[in-house]
Nanobody, 124 residues
Framework: EVQLVESGGGLVQAGGSLRLSCAAS????????IGWFRQAPGKEREGVAC????????YYADSGKGRFTISSDNAKKTVYLQMNSLKPEDTAVYYC?????????????????WGQGTQVTVSS
């Protein structure tokens, strides 16, 4: 059974940092794309960043460019999202998602598996 478990969310002041983790299990990590998405209250789920486990290629949506960094430790089957210079508008539930055939990178329907989400709250 494929499982994705996020951790690392919490409450942080504006300008602070958080590192989210996504631990994967139940499948071979090769040729897998892990993406980070977020959803704020009343808004649609949006992509933030994704990474290919096969070659380490990374992709960032506008929401993740400049302040966020995605990385992976394939031996641990864990993907990280380092978030710096956080702003109140970054407040959302952050989800990691996994898929084998991901071509557009930030369309949720391309990802077969989802974690339960972790809350990130940035206070002003």
């Amino acid at each position: 059974e494929v499982q994705l478990v996020e951790s690392g969310g919490g409450l942080v002041q504006a300008g602070g940092s958080l590192r989210l983790s996504c631990a994967a299990s139940g499948f071979t990590f090769d040729d897998f794309v892990i993406g980070w998405f977020r959803q704020a209250p009343g808004k649609e789920r949006e992509g933030v960043a994704c990474i290919s486990s096969s070659d380490g290629s990374t992709y960032y949506a506008d929401s993740g460019k400049g302040r966020f960094t995605i990385s992976s430790d394939n031996a641990k089957k864990t993907v990280y999202l380092q978030m710096n210079s956080l702003k109140p508008e970054d407040t959302a539930v952050y989800y990691c998602a996994g898929g084998w055939v991901v071509t557009t990178y930030f369309q949720p329907y391309e990802y077969e598996y989802w974690g339960q989400g972790t809350q990130v709250t940035v206070s002003s």
